[in-house]
């Protein structure tokens, strides 16, 4: 039996493991080297690109614009994906349309999309201040003062993420059990009450589950910020993995790029452990 | 009364969201009609009407040489790494998930489980940290800027997506007709040739799509690792994304580039409308 | 030519799924194993199918060792509870695939599997997915795809359990004849239901958590319980127990209750002792008053539950009645059918065999 179930998870295994680890470890050594344009190779720096990295405000910055991004729009995400859920998980006329036409972003490629919004939200010639206009408001700076252009890269985020929630929570919606529902109805709750003592607390597992893959996805970005605002204006949308992209395959700084990275990652990891741990409580308390 | 008001806010909600999510693509699709004075002019929305159409910036697409932005060849290219990509990674990721989902492995303190987390946590990987490494290899290698490397490079996105899907599939296959198989003469490996994957095919085209969804969308990998020599088709319409921006061939190439993930959009509601997938086999 | 269990124990976190089974198996034989969900009957198939692997013991087919083989190698042939085809397959192919598997070129294979299915009632349905046909049609055609490689040991985990009524009582009518040509062949049939158990076996093992606690010919066992446990898993329903004594020639039950000491149990010493009364055996009308606790009926018979002070027990009434739930009825106990065992469940004494001798 031994040689037959090695013939089927090995070669995929050691693929990854080649694939991924190794790459892995060598980012770790090289975080502890000086590799960079000037001197290209594996040395020892000793610790010495932590150090750098520990008072490199820019990234810790980097960290926080990324958490404020990524919190933010898979909130409203979550907020829309559910209303949206809620709207056409009975009834509704042209059922499957609306379905594949809610789903249809999260398909299309995130970065041709994004250069789609860019074009949009073209301060003179994009429709999107003609219709700001067009309701009587002055028009938007959309991404040239730093407060809107982190609200436009939430924007395209939006478009592209909340039919993911919707697809998760829609089926979430649709495998719930009819019983509690009929307990409701007898007990003469009303719509709001019904949905609050019944669906909501139902959902709340897959609810977490959505906004936790969502949060992981979500923390790597990057592409939306690279076409959509390339960072700016000035640094105001800078997210830890574009700024480790400045640092180590433009200004070619390998080595502390890749403490930089490692460093990301531990963050990420962490902090999602967390939040996880923490919904699953809350969830398991409730 | 209450109820025509409720059906009346639910329409508007629906009809607010559908145009926003259809927005974009009219607005690329009327603007890859016009030419560069029907864009400074400012927003306009409707042809003839508005502005004077144009087939320029549908023409350029497959047009080559000095004014031209051939994309055939970036489709292409796109094309020959998703698909490669994801079968390789179908096919290691079935047989991978088949393990997982029937054998017990252990290898120190590492379990079945362990070695299934592993393989889903790479979702949580951001690529950035694998590019330095991606590329050094690649570069030492020779691979950089290659067809073969962004195959290599895709197996690593894909594996996972295409393991995850399918131990849930197997796991919903009764293991008694793997057993059956076995006492019927087959060995593990005959079993699940014989007989698991003729009827997993509803997990493989899941699986597949997803690989396909995925391989198909990536731009940072296809962006860092190459130049000149091979062109992914992400890096060809976001290369027309510069300062003096032919927006009508940007919003041409754009249809033409997410036209197929529309269909696949389809084929993707069809899955899930037919229900539990597993249920197919049953 | 046998197989021989010896000593096969498989534990599971500490829980035994089975503890130290020896048994031995003769060519040309059917044997039922009857035991309760969990008993550990599906375990000992599936080790001697080669799918589980004992931690303790051996497994020897005419004297060659058979753990050794893998389950590919080895000469079995099963029938799972579940309908288990492959759902790719066509029935035909269905039935042909295990002869192909060995070698068998395609049109003899055919032509066997053909057969098989004449003789098992599913000729019309070659090219048929399994998953158009009915359950009992599905679980034929897992039969027939048992029978067609004439495998040296047959093993059937209860393979009726998820019929309805008719044609389970229909399809073991029919594999009385279909077990009769398998004349090579070592037959393991497992039940949870006693009356399949008697009928089809020519020899019955009771299985109890993981280890036999009884073996015979079906009327022996059945007519002489080893235990009390035993007694509970053969009669169906299971048997009525009621604690006592015998005592100045009289049989002493719970709650005052006197009755004769009836002939076959005119030997045994003064003592304590428990009892054991078919629910065939107590009758409505008599002088034990019990209370109902339960009252349900099924076909053209009510099952009561009682209550006394004798204690809790089962009684058939034939006809359909309607008790109201708290009322009293009387019965009647028929001394001549009690069953005696020892305080800790041994069977000492046996009414004279009647079970089973009008067949």
């Given at each position: 039996?031994?040689?037959?179930?090695?013939?089927?998870?090995?070669?995929?295994?050691?693929?990854?493991?080649?694939?991924i680890?190794?790459p892995?470890?060598?980012?770790?050594?090289?975080?502890?080297?000086s590799?960079d344009?000037?001197?290209?190779g594996?040395?020892?720096?000793?610790?010495?690109?932590y150090?750098r990295?520990?008072?490199d405000l820019r990234f810790?910055?980097?960290?926080?614009?990324?958490?404020?991004m990524?919190?933010?729009?898979?909130?409203i995400?979550?907020?829309?994906?559910?209303s949206?859920?809620?709207?056409?998980?009975?009834?509704?006329?042209?059922?499957?349309?609306?379905?594949?036409?809610?789903l249809?972003?999260m398909?299309?490629?995130?970065?041709?999309?994004?250069?789609?919004?860019?074009t949009?939200?073209h301060?003179?010639l994009?429709?999107?201040?003609?219709?700001?206009?067009?309701?009587?408001?002055?028009?938007l700076?959309?991404?040239s003062?730093s407060?809107?252009?982190m609200f436009s890269?939430i924007?395209v985020?939006?478009?592209?993420?909340?039919?993911f929630m919707?697809?998760?929570l829609l089926?979430?919606?649709l495998?719930l059990?009819?019983?509690?529902y009929?307990?409701?109805?007898?007990?003469?709750?009303?719509p709001?009450?019904?949905?609050?003592s019944?669906?909501?607390?139902?959902?709340?597992?897959?609810?977490a589950?959505?906004i936790l893959?969502?949060?992981?996805?979500?923390?790597k970005?990057?592409?939306?910020v690279?076409v959509?605002?390339?960072?700016?204006?000035g640094?105001a949308?800078?997210t830890a993995?574009y700024?480790?992209?400045i640092?180590?395959?433009?200004?070619?700084?390998i080595?502390?790029?890749?403490?930089?990275?490692?460093?990301?990652?531990?963050v990420?990891i962490?902090?999602l452990?967390?939040?996880a741990?923490?919904?699953t409580?809350?969830?398991?308390r409730? | 009364?209450?109820?025509?008001?409720?059906l009346?806010?639910?329409?508007?909600?629906?009809?607010?969201?559908s145009?926003f999510?259809?927005?974009?693509f009219?607005?690329?699709?009327?603007?890859s009609?016009?030419?560069?004075?029907g864009i400074?002019?400012?927003a306009?929305?409707i042809?003839?009407?508005?502005y004077?159409?144009?087939?320029?910036?549908?023409k350029v697409?497959?047009?080559?040489?000095?004014?031209?932005?051939?994309i055939?060849?970036?489709?292409i290219?796109s094309?020959?790494?998703?698909v490669?990509?994801?079968?390789?990674?179908?096919?290691?990721g079935t047989l991978?998930a088949y393990g997982?989902?029937?054998?017990?492995?252990?290898?120190?303190?590492?379990k079945n489980?362990d070695?299934?987390f592993?393989f889903i946590?790479?979702?949580?990987?951001?690529?950035i940290v694998?590019?330095?490494?991606?590329?050094?290899?690649?570069?030492?290698?020779?691979?950089?800027?290659s067809?073969?490397?962004?195959?290599?490079?895709?197996i690593?996105?894909?594996?996972p997506i295409?393991t995850?899907?399918?131990v849930?599939f197997?796991n919903?296959?009764?293991?008694?007709?793997d057993?059956m198989?076995?006492?019927?003469?087959c060995?593990?490996i005959g079993a699940f040739?014989?007989v698991?994957?003729?009827?997993?095919?509803?997990?493989?085209v899941?699986a597949?799509?997803?690989c396909l969804?995925?391989?198909?969308n990536?731009f940072?990998?296809a962006?860092?690792l190459t130049?000149?020599?091979?062109?992914?088709l992400?890096v060809a319409?976001v290369a027309?994304?510069?300062?003096?921006?032919p927006?009508?061939?940007?919003?041409?190439s754009?249809?033409v580039?997410?036209?197929?993930?529309?269909?696949?959009?389809f084929?993707?509601e069809?899955?899930?409308?037919s229900g539990?997938?597993?249920g197919?086999?049953? | 030519?046998?197989?021989l269990?010896?000593?096969?124990?498989?534990?599971v976190?500490?829980?035994?799924h089975?503890s130290?089974i020896?048994?031995e198996?003769?060519?040309g034989?059917?044997y039922?194993?009857?035991?309760?969900?969990?008993s550990g009957k599906t375990t000992?198939l599936?080790?001697i199918?080669?799918?589980?692997?004992p931690q303790?013991?051996?497994l020897?087919?005419?004297?060659?060792?058979?753990?050794?083989?893998?389950?590919w190698?080895?000469r079995?042939?099963?029938?799972y509870?579940?309908?288990?085809?492959?759902?790719?397959?066509?029935?035909?192919?269905?039935?042909?695939?295990?002869?192909?598997r060995?070698?068998?070129?395609?049109?003899?294979?055919?032509?066997?599997a053909r057969?098989?299915?004449?003789k098992?009632?599913?000729a019309?349905?070659?090219?048929?997915?399994p998953s158009?046909l009915?359950?009992g049609?599905?679980?034929?055609v897992a039969l027939?795809r048992?029978?067609?490689?004439?495998a040296e040991i047959?093993?059937?985990?209860?393979?009726?359990?998820?019929?309805?009524y008719?044609?389970?009582?229909?399809l073991?009518?029919?594999?009385q004849?279909?077990?009769?040509?398998?004349d090579?062949?070592?037959?393991?049939y497992?039940?949870?239901?006693?009356?399949e158990?008697?009928?089809?076996?020519?020899e019955?093992?009771?299985?109890d958590?993981?280890?036999?606690i009884?073996q015979?010919?079906?009327?022996e066992?059945?007519?002489?319980p080893a235990?009390i446990?035993?007694?509970?898993?053969i009669?169906?329903?299971p048997?009525?127990i009621?604690n006592?004594a015998?005592?100045r020639?009289e049989?002493?039950?719970?709650?005052?209750?006197?009755?004769?000491?009836?002939?076959h149990?005119?030997?045994?010493?003064e003592?304590?002792?428990?009892?054991?009364?078919s629910?065939a055996?107590?009758?409505?009308g008599g002088?034990i008053?019990?209370?109902?606790e339960?009252?349900?009926?099924?076909g053209s018979q009510?099952?009561?539950h009682l209550?006394?002070?004798?204690?809790?027990?089962?009684v058939?009434?034939?006809?359909?009645?309607?008790?109201?739930m708290?009322?009293?009825?009387?019965?009647?106990?028929?001394?001549?059918r009690?069953?005696?065992?020892?305080?800790?469940?041994k069977?000492i004494?046996?009414?004279?065999a009647?079970?089973?001798?009008?067949?």
């Amino acid at each position: 039996m031994l040689k037959y179930k090695h013939f089927f998870l090995l070669p995929g295994l050691i693929v990854l493991v080649a694939i991924i680890i190794f790459p892995l470890l060598f980012t770790i050594r090289v975080s502890f080297s000086s590799w960079d344009v000037v001197k290209p190779g594996l040395d020892w720096l000793g610790g010495k690109n932590y150090e750098r990295l520990f008072v490199d405000l820019r990234f810790w910055e980097a960290l926080f614009k990324l958490s404020l991004m990524a919190a933010g729009s898979v909130l409203i995400q979550y907020l829309i994906g559910f209303s949206l859920a809620l709207l056409v998980w009975r009834d509704v006329i042209m059922k499957r349309f609306i379905r594949v036409l809610f789903l249809v972003p999260m398909m299309t490629t995130p970065v041709i999309m994004t250069v789609i919004w860019r074009t949009i939200l073209h301060e003179s010639l994009g429709p999107a201040n003609d219709i700001v206009r067009m309701f009587g408001f002055e028009h938007l700076t959309w991404l040239s003062t730093s407060g809107m252009a982190m609200f436009s890269v939430i924007l395209v985020e939006v478009w592209q993420w909340t039919p993911f929630m919707f697809l998760l929570l829609l089926a979430g919606l649709l495998s719930l059990p009819k019983e509690p529902y009929m307990a409701a109805a007898i007990d003469g709750a009303g719509p709001l009450r019904t949905f609050f003592s019944v669906t909501f607390p139902l959902m709340a597992p897959i609810s977490a589950g959505a906004i936790l893959i969502r949060l992981i996805e979500a923390s790597k970005m990057m592409e939306t910020v690279y076409v959509l605002t390339s960072g700016g204006p000035g640094t105001a949308t800078e997210t830890a993995s574009y700024y480790i992209y400045i640092r180590g395959l433009r200004d070619y700084q390998i080595g502390y790029a890749a403490s930089l990275s490692f460093t990301y990652l531990i963050v990420m990891i962490i902090s999602l452990t967390i939040i996880a741990k923490v919904m699953t409580r809350k969830i398991i308390r409730d | 009364m209450m109820r025509t008001t409720y059906l009346l806010l639910k329409y508007t909600a629906i009809l607010i969201w559908s145009s926003f999510v259809v927005l974009p693509f009219l607005w690329a699709l009327t603007t890859s009609f016009k030419t560069a004075h029907g864009i400074t002019s400012g927003a306009t929305y409707i042809p003839w009407l508005q502005y004077e159409p144009s087939l320029e910036g549908w023409k350029v697409l497959v047009r080559t040489g000095g004014a031209g932005i051939n994309i055939v060849q970036p489709y292409i290219s796109s094309m020959v790494v998703t698909v490669g990509a994801s079968l390789i990674s179908l096919a290691l990721g079935t047989l991978a998930a088949y393990g997982l989902s029937r054998f017990t492995y252990r290898l120190g303190f590492i379990k079945n489980s362990d070695i299934r987390f592993f393989f889903i946590s790479q979702r949580i990987m951001p690529p950035i940290v694998l590019a330095i490494p991606f590329f050094l290899m690649l570069q030492y290698f020779g691979l950089l800027d290659s067809i073969i490397g962004l195959i290599i490079v895709y197996i690593a996105l894909l594996l996972p997506i295409a393991t995850w899907v399918m131990v849930d599939f197997f796991n919903n296959i009764l293991r008694e007709i793997d057993e059956m198989a076995t006492i019927d003469g087959c060995n593990p490996i005959g079993a699940f040739f014989r007989v698991i994957l003729p009827n997993s095919l509803p997990g493989i085209v899941v699986a597949g799509l997803f690989c396909l969804i995925f391989g198909w969308n990536d731009f940072f990998f296809a962006f860092i690792l190459t130049f000149t020599k091979t062109q992914l088709l992400p890096v060809a319409v976001v290369a027309l994304n510069s300062s003096v921006t032919p927006w009508w061939s940007l919003s041409a190439s754009a249809l033409v580039s997410v036209a197929p993930l529309v269909i696949i959009a389809f084929v993707v509601e069809r899955f899930l409308s037919s229900g539990n997938m597993a249920g197919a086999i049953r | 030519m046998s197989l021989l269990v010896q000593n096969l124990g498989i534990w599971v976190d500490g829980v035994a799924h089975l503890s130290d089974i020896s048994l031995e198996f003769q060519q040309g034989r059917l044997y039922t194993i009857l035991g309760q969900t969990l008993s550990g009957k599906t375990t000992l198939l599936r080790t001697i199918a080669g799918l589980q692997s004992p931690q303790k013991g051996t497994l020897t087919l005419h004297g060659q060792d058979f753990l050794e083989l893998p389950v590919w190698k080895r000469r079995v042939a099963m029938v799972y509870q579940q309908f288990i085809n492959y759902p790719h397959l066509d029935v035909l192919a269905n039935v042909a695939f295990p002869l192909l598997r060995a070698g068998v070129p395609r049109a003899e294979a055919r032509q066997r599997a053909r057969e098989i299915l004449g003789k098992i009632g599913l000729a019309n349905f070659e090219n048929r997915r399994p998953s158009t046909l009915s359950g009992g049609q599905q679980q034929r055609v897992a039969l027939a795809r048992a029978l067609v490689k004439r495998a040296e040991i047959l093993l059937l985990d209860e393979p009726l359990v998820n019929l309805d009524y008719k044609l389970r009582e229909q399809l073991r009518d029919e594999f009385q004849n279909i077990f009769a040509g398998q004349d090579d062949a070592i037959v393991i049939y497992t039940t949870t239901d006693p009356d399949e158990a008697i009928q089809l076996g020519h020899e019955l093992i009771v299985m109890d958590e993981g280890a036999v606690i009884q073996q015979g010919k079906p009327l022996e066992v059945f007519n002489a319980p080893a235990m009390i446990r035993c007694a509970e898993i053969i009669y169906n329903p299971p048997m009525n127990i009621f604690n006592g004594a015998i005592q100045r020639g009289e049989i002493l039950l719970q709650g005052g209750v006197r009755l004769p000491v009836p002939w076959h149990m005119g030997h045994l010493p003064e003592g304590t002792y428990r009892f054991g009364l078919s629910t065939a055996d107590i009758s409505i009308g008599g002088n034990i008053g019990a209370e109902v606790e339960l009252s349900e009926i099924s076909g053209s018979q009510t099952i009561l539950h009682l209550r006394g002070a004798i204690g809790s027990f089962i009684v058939y009434e034939a006809g359909v009645y309607h008790y109201s739930m708290g009322s009293t009825v009387q019965v009647g106990l028929d001394p001549g059918r009690i069953f005696t065992f020892a305080v800790d469940g041994k069977l000492i004494s046996a009414p004279a065999a009647t079970a089973g001798q009008e067949r």
